[in-house]
């Protein structure tokens, strides 16, 4: 009596191999993005085109949709049955598009994103316009047919790819709640730091600062940090990011030469996203259960870099001998002062540059406008009035005319990424969780971090994060890590504490 093969062997091998194919269109897609010269565009574009056509038919190929209904019924482990429900969440995904749109999808947010680099700095809205069209009525048409195969909306179709199991609602109810407290945090923090700066100035860093220095300084708190530069490295690019694969995490930055903090912490952003890619278990790299459990936990992990690490007095105690070897030393590299700099609070028109406790308005003012675009309730030229309307609401900022810094300002609409915004703000609440947690479980852990030992942070996020993988879904990874699922209320108390020096 013969027996029929196991159908889970046979999963693994053919999502092992998308993944090998994955590994190379990442690393064309970072090398797009960075070092490509501009004349090789279309013909990278193609090329990516071709090789998500060829990805979509391995993910679509009727004999996979066969092997997992077989493998559901076959005896498995738990670990195994994680990675059966993440291959069918990749399956119901990518069945849901035709190849062809999979593809157009690549030209045409190449050509925007593409176009938008020369564009943004020429503040030519008139000419970023039409092709931002292009891509809207894309992410529309993608996001009717994810709709269609995933019974909810549109728009949560799309952030479904980002965040599984999150809806608009919950975004929604957090974020009105945030909006009732944050216009009076940030006024509150805004006076007190005025006050404290009559009383004591903060000494501003005077430049110019070399990129090379920049890059040396860069290069050095990612190993602080524990980025392992034999499987990963960095470079330079139009908007900070990170790209590759685990065994190979590239991540970029950008130099101004009167601004040594601006790439410095988005350098150490990069880094949170960089040391959660290197440490994904190893043991299941390959497979869909390996990976990244969702973009709200990634950002969590550069956030609690970013803000909760490099806010905290102890990183400007890390920091302040690195700046005085590469830079010179001068008084404003004082620890003190140096943590008066990096925590600074100032309404602004960048998101990438905006500090931790006025973030969160700028992520809430472009998740309204692209829920908006996705239900059809507002079109692309729309959008600059909206902009204006809301940033002005939001953070007291005018924007009218100033499109470079207004709605052109991000890669992530020129991409179709919508449905990523979302994922800042509930990374960095999920950051807030993660350190109150750590300090229940190390009361001293503000100390040890003072005295320059962040291991504590990386052994507590590496076995409650990094090594989980997609092994559970996120209200379960949140619930084994912290006791409880996303609780906004820990990232309010966060700001209250250091900015207020209440709680």
Same mark, same amino acid.
């Given at each position: 009596?013969?027996?029929?093969?196991?159908?889970?062997?046979?999963?693994?091998?053919?999502?092992?191999?998308?993944?090998?194919?994955?590994?190379?269109?990442?690393?064309?897609?970072?090398?797009?993005?960075?070092?490509?010269? @501009?004349?090789?565009?279309?013909?990278?574009? &193609?090329?990516?085109?071709?090789?998500?056509?060829?990805?979509?038919?391995?993910?679509?190929?009727?004999?996979?949709?066969?092997?997992? &209904?077989?493998?559901?019924?076959?005896?498995?482990?738990?670990?195994?049955?994680?990675?059966?429900?993440?291959?069918?969440?990749?399956?119901?995904?990518?069945?849901?598009?035709?190849?062809?749109? %999979?593809?157009?999808?690549?030209?045409?947010?190449?050509?925007?994103? +593409?176009?938008?680099?020369?564009?943004?700095?020429?503040?030519?809205?008139?000419?970023?316009?039409?092709?931002?069209?292009?891509?809207?009525?894309?992410?529309?048409?993608?996001?009717?047919?994810?709709?269609?195969?995933?019974? %909810?909306?549109?728009?949560?179709?799309?952030?479904?790819?980002?965040?599984?199991?999150?809806?608009? =609602?919950?975004?929604?109810?957090?974020?009105?709640?945030?909006?009732?407290?944050?216009?009076?945090?940030?006024?509150?923090?805004?006076?007190?730091?005025?006050?404290?700066?009559?009383?004591?100035? %903060?000494?501003?860093?005077?430049?110019?600062?070399?990129?090379?220095?920049?890059?040396?300084?860069?290069?050095?708190?990612?190993?602080?940090?524990?980025?392992?530069?034999?499987?990963?490295?960095?470079?330079?690019?139009?908007?900070?990011?990170?790209?590759?694969?685990?065994?190979?995490?590239?991540?970029?930055?950008?130099?101004?030469?009167?601004?040594?903090?601006?790439?410095?912490?988005?350098?150490? !952003?990069?880094?949170? +996203?960089?040391?959660?890619?290197?440490?994904?278990?190893? &043991?299941?790299?390959?497979?869909?259960?390996?990976?990244?459990?969702?973009?709200?936990? !990634?950002?969590?992990?550069?956030?609690?870099? =970013?803000?909760?690490?490099?806010?905290?007095?102890?990183?400007?105690?890390?920091?302040?001998?690195?700046?005085?070897?590469?830079?010179?030393?001068?008084?404003?590299?004082?620890?003190?002062?140096?943590?008066?700099?990096?925590?600074?609070?100032?309404?602004?028109?960048?998101?990438?540059?905006?500090?931790?406790?006025?973030?969160?308005? !700028?992520?809430?003012?472009?998740?309204?406008?692209?829920?908006?675009?996705?239900?059809?309730?507002? &079109?692309?030229?729309?959008?600059?009035?909206?902009?204006?309307?809301?940033?002005?609401?939001?953070?007291?900022?005018?924007?009218?005319?100033?499109?470079?810094?207004?709605?052109?300002?991000?890669? +992530?609409?020129?991409?179709?990424?919508?449905?990523?915004?979302?994922?800042?703000?509930?990374?960095?609440?999920?950051?807030?969780?993660?350190?109150?947690?750590?300090?229940?479980?190390?009361?001293?852990?503000?100390?040890?971090?003072?005295?320059?030992?962040?291991?504590?942070?990386?052994?507590?996020?590496?076995?409650?994060?990094?090594?989980?993988?997609?092994?559970? @879904?996120?209200?379960?990874?949140?619930?084994?890590?912290?006791?409880?699922?996303?609780?906004?209320?820990?990232?309010?108390?966060?700001?209250?504490?250091?900015?207020?020096?209440?709680?």
């Amino acid at each position: 009596m013969s027996t029929s093969p196991s159908a889970y062997p046979a999963l693994t091998q053919a999502f092992l191999r998308m993944y090998r194919l994955e590994h190379f269109n990442s690393i064309a897609s970072w090398d797009q993005a960075s070092l490509m010269p @501009p004349g090789g565009n279309q013909a990278r574009s &193609e090329a990516l085109a071709e090789l998500s056509g060829l990805l979509h038919r391995l993910g679509t190929d009727p004999q996979l949709g066969a092997q997992i &209904e077989a493998a559901a019924l076959e005896e498995l482990d738990d670990l195994q049955r994680a990675n059966l429900r993440e291959m069918r969440r990749k399956w119901l995904d990518a069945t849901a598009l035709p190849e062809a749109l %999979v593809q157009r999808r690549v030209m045409v947010t190449a050509k925007c994103e +593409h176009a938008w680099r020369t564009q943004r700095p020429a503040n030519d809205w008139a000419g970023f316009a039409p092709n931002l069209r292009e891509v809207l009525a894309l992410a529309r048409e993608e996001a009717q047919f994810l709709s269609d195969k995933l019974g %909810v909306s549109p728009y949560d179709a799309l952030m479904d790819r980002f965040e599984p199991g999150m809806r608009s =609602e919950r975004v929604t109810q957090v974020f009105a709640e945030v909006k009732q407290w944050l216009p009076g945090l940030i006024r509150e923090v805004v006076a007190r730091q005025a006050h404290e700066a009559a009383a004591q100035p %903060v000494i501003q860093a005077t430049g110019p600062f070399s990129q090379a220095a920049q890059r040396q300084v860069c290069e050095r708190v990612m190993q602080v940090l524990g980025f392992n530069f034999d499987a990963g490295r960095l470079d330079v690019s139009t908007h900070p990011f990170s790209g590759g694969v685990p065994e190979d995490v590239r991540l970029t930055t950008r130099f101004k030469d009167g601004d040594f903090l601006m790439s410095l912490m988005s350098t150490v !952003h990069e880094t949170g +996203h960089g040391r959660y890619e290197q440490n994904l278990p190893r &043991e299941w790299l390959g497979q869909p259960v390996a990976l990244a459990r969702s973009m709200a936990i !990634h950002e969590s992990q550069s956030l609690s870099f =970013e803000m909760q690490l490099g806010g905290h007095p102890g990183f400007a105690r890390l920091l302040s001998p690195l700046l005085a070897e590469a830079f010179g030393d001068q008084p404003a590299f004082a620890p003190a002062n140096l943590n008066r700099l990096l925590t600074r609070v100032a309404p602004g028109l960048i998101r990438v540059e905006a500090d931790e406790v006025t973030y969160p308005a !700028h992520v809430i003012l472009r998740y309204e406008i692209e829920r908006a675009l996705i239900a059809g309730d507002a &079109e692309v030229d729309d959008i600059p009035a909206l902009w204006d309307a809301q940033i002005l609401a939001l953070l007291g900022q005018d924007t009218r005319g100033n499109f470079r810094n207004g709605p052109m300002q991000d890669i +992530h609409w020129p991409s179709g990424s919508f449905g990523y915004f979302p994922c800042y703000s509930l990374g960095a609440m999920y950051a807030a969780q993660w350190f109150a947690s750590m300090r229940r479980r190390t009361p001293d852990l503000d100390a040890r971090i003072a005295q320059g030992d962040l291991a504590v942070v990386f052994d507590w996020l590496s076995a409650n994060i990094w090594q989980q993988g997609s092994r559970w @879904p996120t209200d379960e990874l949140s619930l084994r890590a912290s006791g409880e699922t996303l609780n906004p209320a820990h990232f309010r108390a966060h700001l209250e504490r250091r900015y207020l020096g209440q709680g």
